[in-house]
């Protein structure tokens, strides 16, 4: 799956990177595009391209993550993920393994006959052409973007793209609605924690069980006989959750999704006991369409993810990596950020500003 991961970053950055621009903010000295970050093979990845990549994976999640999470970028950088290993550093590592796949994938173009057409290329010189056009002189200091770097990037990205598709094409995309199956049901919980005085959450008494229990089983009791079953929590005061499932789930409990499973479609359970509270459940169907059709489809990445996994191993096992530390710590995500807002224009495109 680790694969997958930066395959998909690099997607990501694929579609934006023709329509957005970016701003720098922050000090550094004006990075070496031409010094030598690291060696895949015979082929060099040239701190430019290891920048701009990380630059523009550092924008992603300063965009998004640290408004969610309340931090300033340069807070969340610094914070430990692990001992010794900051978010800084995982994300770097992660731009880096992500650029090595690339160039590993580059070199086995010939195996799977891939080759950029003239069409795909007049495509990735205007995107460059037109990425670098948006953006001040500082920000393409400070992230390295040129035409030669955006090209450079958005080539290996296609390549990427057109390998993963000839070493997965012959996966097989036939699933059966047994192998995919997915039921759905409706269920109303009655949990045994409460809220202790202090504002923390604590375990009922065996008694306060009892009683939540007792209300379970009175909701059961009634919900057999109701024709629908949200409704009938409703009117009852409750809150019916709508859910699909397999007899391999496990949330939000074992033993629930083992009783519900066994019921036939439009039956509705007893009181279902776990550890950690009671459920009240009924089948709403024993096929649902849309979730089989996409647990169908997940089945189908899966089987990809592991053909791509199984062939990219060995290449990268055989393939010589070697990193320069000293060039790669002059990316600093803490003192060099970037950023990202909307603008009103003609493309409503999404550019960066400091």
Same mark, same amino acid.
């Given at each position: 799956?680790?694969?997958?991961?930066?395959?998909?970053?690099?997607?990501?950055?694929?579609?934006?990177?023709?329509?957005?621009?970016?701003?720098?903010?922050?000090?550094?000295?004006?990075?070496?595009?031409?010094?030598?970050?690291?060696?895949?093979?015979?082929?060099?990845?040239?701190?430019?391209?290891?920048?701009?990549?990380?630059?523009?994976?550092?924008?992603?999640?300063?965009?998004?993550?640290?408004?969610?999470?309340?931090?300033?970028?340069?807070?969340?950088?610094?914070?430990?993920?692990?001992?010794?290993?900051?978010?800084?550093?995982?994300?770097?590592?992660?731009?880096?393994?992500?650029?090595?796949?690339?160039?590993?994938?580059?070199?086995?173009?010939?195996?799977?006959?891939?080759?950029?057409?003239?069409?795909?290329?007049?495509?990735?010189?205007?995107?460059?052409?037109?990425?670098?056009?948006?953006?001040?002189?500082?920000?393409?200091?400070?992230?390295?973007?040129?035409?030669?770097?955006?090209?450079?990037?958005?080539?290996?990205?296609?390549?990427?793209? *057109?390998?993963? /598709? #000839?070493?997965?094409?012959?996966? =097989? !995309? &036939?699933?059966?609605?047994?192998?995919? +199956?997915?039921?759905?049901?409706?269920?109303?919980?009655?949990?045994?924690?409460?809220?202790?005085?202090?504002?923390?959450?604590?375990?009922?008494?065996?008694?306060?069980?009892?009683?939540?229990?007792?209300?379970?089983?009175?909701?059961?009791?009634?919900?057999?006989?109701?024709?629908?079953?949200?409704?009938?929590?409703?009117?009852?005061?409750?809150?019916?959750?709508? *859910?699909?499932? /397999? #007899?391999?789930?496990?949330?939000? =409990? !074992? &033993?629930?999704?083992?009783?519900?499973? +066994?019921?036939?479609?439009?039956?509705?359970?007893?009181?279902?006991?776990?550890?950690?509270?009671?459920?009240?459940?009924?089948?709403?169907?024993?096929?649902?369409?849309?979730?089989?059709?996409?647990?169908?489809?997940?089945?189908?990445?899966?089987?990809?993810?592991?053909?791509?996994?199984?062939?990219?191993?060995?290449?990268?096992?055989?393939?010589?990596?070697?990193?320069?530390?000293?060039?790669?710590?002059?990316?600093?995500?803490?003192?060099?950020?970037?950023?990202?807002?909307?603008?009103?224009?003609?493309?409503?495109?999404?550019?960066?500003?400091?």
């Amino acid at each position: 799956m680790r694969n997958m991961k930066y395959r998909a970053a690099a997607a990501l950055l694929a579609v934006s990177v023709a329509a957005a621009g970016l701003t720098g903010c922050g000090v550094g000295s004006k990075l070496d595009k031409n010094a030598v970050v690291a060696t895949v093979g015979e082929e060099k990845i040239n701190l430019g391209v290891a920048n701009f990549y990380a630059r523009y994976q550092q924008v992603q999640v300063e965009s998004s993550y640290a408004q969610m999470l309340g931090m300033a970028g340069e807070d969340l950088w610094a914070q430990e993920l692990t001992e010794g290993e900051t978010y800084e550093d995982t994300i770097k590592d992660g731009v880096l393994k992500g650029l090595e796949q690339m160039y590993i994938l580059k070199s086995h173009m010939a195996d799977y006959s891939v080759e950029i057409t003239e069409e795909e290329q007049a495509k990735i010189d205007k995107a460059a052409f037109e990425f670098v056009d948006k953006n001040n002189l500082e920000a393409k200091e400070m992230t390295t973007a040129d035409e030669k770097v955006v090209g450079e990037l958005l080539t290996l990205l296609t390549i990427q793209k *057109k390998m993963t /598709d #000839a070493m997965t094409a012959d996966v =097989s !995309t &036939e699933v059966s609605d047994e192998e995919a +199956a997915q039921k759905k049901m409706q269920y109303v919980s009655f949990s045994y924690s409460k809220t202790a005085e202090d504002g923390s959450s604590a375990t009922m008494t065996e008694e306060e069980k009892a009683a939540v229990k007792a209300s379970a089983q009175a909701f059961a009791d009634g919900a057999g006989a109701a024709e629908d079953f949200a409704a009938y929590a409703t009117e009852q005061g409750y809150e019916a959750t709508d *859910k699909t499932f /397999d #007899a391999e789930d496990t949330s939000p =409990s !074992t &033993e629930m999704i083992a009783a519900v499973n +066994a019921l036939s479609e439009g039956q509705t359970s007893g009181v279902i006991e776990s550890e950690n509270g009671c459920y009240v459940a009924k089948l709403v169907s024993a096929l649902d369409r849309e979730a089989t059709d996409a647990e169908k489809q997940s089945i189908i990445n899966q089987r990809k993810n592991d053909r791509f996994t199984e062939i990219y191993e060995g290449w990268e096992k055989a393939a010589k990596v070697e990193v320069d530390e000293k060039v790669w710590e002059k990316v600093d995500f803490v003192s060099q950020g970037v950023t990202m807002k909307e603008v009103e224009e003609e493309s409503a495109d999404n550019t960066t500003e400091k």
